[in-house]
Every structure is written in C-alpha cells, then in structure tokens.
C-alpha cells in the first residue's frame, strides 16, 4: 500500500496522470448517464412486449401500437377507452380521462404512457401520435383502399 502511494506521489507526472483518470472516469459516468436518458426518452415497447411481461400491474409504461377501428369509447363527446393493436398483431385496451391529440383516430399510431392496471389495460396518463413516415397522395390512397 505505501509503494502505491509512492508510486503516485512522486513528482509532477504521477498528479496529472490521477487528475487525468479521475476526468476520464467523471466523463464517462456522465456520457453513459446521458445515454441512457436520451434512450428511455425515445423507446416504447409494444402490446406483444407488454403481455409478455408477467408482472406488469403498477408499472410505468410507454406503450406504442395502432388504434383498433370500432373499439373507441366516447363519453360526453370525447375518447375515454380504446384498443390498440402491435404489428404482429397483439391487442391491449387503454383508459385515458383527459384531453386526446387533435389527430387521434381510429388506425393512428399512438404511443400511450401510464401505469398497467390488469392483464392487457393500461391506465394512460398522456396520449401522443406518433407520425408516420410514408406519405400517400389522395389517388393513392383511393386505390390502397378499393377491393
């Protein structure tokens, strides 16, 4: 232990080399820490992801999945309960009892945040549409849709 010290007393060298590790370990614990907020920042899981989850009730979620058509409940005028379907094609319902964005509607992609409250419900606290990356002109999209 007092050769270590030694070691690391001698002369002008030894005290840079320390101040320089102690900046490259305080730089590194601050690079990894802001990685990780950026990335919990932008990730939801799916409703596959979700009902895999053996014990989800009372856990924060952010939960990304299409809005199912026929499956919105409306009262007094505005959303209270949906379904929302993951690509390979797992539903969950959500709650929500607040204000919904001006584009939500059925088949928008929403990513819904809030706390699971049972097997496949999750009682949202935000609502956000998630934009879609293809564009389709009107034409198009008359032609997707006819039979």
């Given amino acids: 232990m007092s ?16 101040r320089l590790l ?8 601050a690079i990894t820490a ?6 919990d ?15 989800a009730e009372g856990r924060r979620w952010r939960v990304g999945g299409r809005v199912v058509d026929g499956t919105i409940v409306e009262q007094n005028g505005r959303p209270v309960s949906w379904v929302i379907e993951g690509e390979a094609g797992e539903t969950m319902r959500i709650e929500y009892d607040g204000v ?7 088949r928008a992609f929403v990513v819904v945040e809030g706390v699971a409250a049972g097997e496949g419900l999750l009682q949202a606290t935000s609502v956000i549409i998630r ?17």
């Fill in 3 to 18: 050769s270590l010290r030694n070691l690391l007393s001698r002369g002008p060298l030894a005290s840079q080399r320390a």
């Fill in 22 to 29: 102690a900046i490259l370990v305080i730089a590194t614990i």
């Fill in 34 to 39: 802001l990685a990780f907020q950026a990335f």
């Fill in 41 to 55: 920042g932008a990730y939801y899981t799916t409703p596959e992801e979700f009902a895999q989850e053996i014990d």
């Fill in 100 to 106: 919904v964005p001006g584009l939500f509607s059925p």
């Fill in 131 to 147: 934009h879609e990356p293809e564009f389709v002109t009107d034409a198009e999209d008359a032609s997707i849709a006819a039979p």
